[in-house]
């Protein structure tokens, strides 16, 4: 039977939001307004200290602060470094992530660029992926990479001993072999010394590297030995 067309049903119109809506959604922090709530016992709290109790639970999702207006721009043009920044950063600290063809169904993005935007945020220390977890996680701008620990340890020991004495550059070929840090891993490795400054990354005696850093008043190490060496003896 032939049907005519104005007897054909029009397709229903969905009102489910955006991806780049779902996204930003994610950023919207819980709030936390001082209301009174009446525990058991019959005394009166604060609703800032119920959500505090909350988080502590796991229950409350912290999110990290990201600059979302931002990321406006690449979210609404599609970029898929930025939409994937985005979604990982909407998960609290340490909860573990969907893994990389979960993530790329929901940000429809195809499983290999997706898995290759994951393997450049954990190269740059945003998030960590271990043995004992199934998934990835988030590490916190003041937590080292599960594999970097070692190789942390091991230059913090060395300045403290005067194995790496100041002005001294790093060997970091050898650290990282020694505690299996690749080489585009070792600025995530160094990420917690720069940040403390005991390390700087600069064009030094040895070339380009990472150097102990100087402090202030103190001659480094090669300047030091080079002035010894050049005094006539006595």
Do not use: W
């Not at 922090?29 to 200290?49: D, I």
């Amino acid at each position: 039977m032939k049907v005519h067309e104005s007897a054909r049903p029009t397709p229903a119109v969905s009102d489910a939001p955006s991806q780049i809506e779902v996204l930003l959604s994610r950023f919207q922090r819980p709030t936390r307004t001082a209301q009174p709530v009446e525990n058991p016992s019959g005394a009166l709290t604060t609703k800032h200290r119920a959500d505090k109790a909350g988080r502590r639970s796991g229950s409350v999702p912290e999110t990290a602060p990201v600059d979302a207006l931002r990321l406006l721009p690449d979210l609404a043009a599609g970029g898929l470094p930025a939409r994937v920044r985005a979604a990982v950063s909407a998960y609290p600290y340490g909860a573990p992530l969907p893994p990389a063809k979960g993530l790329a169904r929901e940000l429809d993005g195809g499983l290999t660029p997706v898995a290759k935007e994951l393997a450049a945020l954990e190269v740059s220390g945003e998030i960590a992926t271990s043995r004992g977890r199934r998934s990835g996680y988030r590490l916190r701008p003041d937590e080292l990479h599960p594999q970097d620990v070692a190789f942390d340890r091991a230059v913090r020991e060395g300045i403290s001993s005067g194995l790496y004495a100041p002005g001294m550059p790093l060997p970091t070929g050898l650290l990282g072999s020694r505690h299996h840090v690749s080489t585009v891993c070792v600025p995530r490795a160094l990420r917690l010394l720069l940040a403390e400054r005991k390390v700087l990354r600069r064009d030094g005696t040895a070339g380009p590297g990472y150097y102990v850093t100087t402090p202030p008043g103190a001659a480094p190490v090669a300047a030091a030995s080079a002035a010894r060496e050049g005094r006539p003896r006595g």
